[in-house]
């Protein structure tokens, strides 16, 4: 199992065939691999890793720190999945350490965003502070290079 979920999260786009090669394995018990692990929700969905410089100039990615207060009888939970709801949300994780929750959003520019954490976010009820960090440019993602620098042919000399 390990090893099939390692080759989907670098690459998705696999034909069971491929992977039955790759792993050993017949089509069809790597078909039935994926089935199972659908149906017990260990695997979530597939994505695209997009390099969003490219794809669209104007998109904004952010991460967002909140500091919160736990609820009675169900502690961060219920505001985590409010959150969760918004449209902007890509990600919201409970963390250790001086924040709460982290969250990854994206908008159209730096207003989109400012809009969303003081307007809908920084509202909330048990919503005690933000901290707000703007992505400035991405060089890997889910374990994807998506910043391809030629290589300098004029080498290294020590």
Known sequence: MKELLALLKQNARLSNAELAAMLGKTEQE???????????GVIRGYSVILDEELADR??????????????????????????????????????????DLGITISGTGLRDIAGFVAQRLATLDGVLSTRTHFVLKRYKEKGIFILEEPDDERGVYL
Request: charged letters at 25%.
């Open 58 to 99: 104007d998109a904004v990615s952010a991460y967002i720190e909140l500091k919160v207060t736990p609820q009675p009888d169900c502690g961060f939970d219920e505001l985590a999945r409010i959150i969760a709801n918004f449209e902007e949300v890509e990600s919201v994780t409970l963390m250790s350490g001086g924040y």
């Open 30 to 40: 790597v078909a039935a691999e994926i089935a199972d692990l659908e149906h017990a």
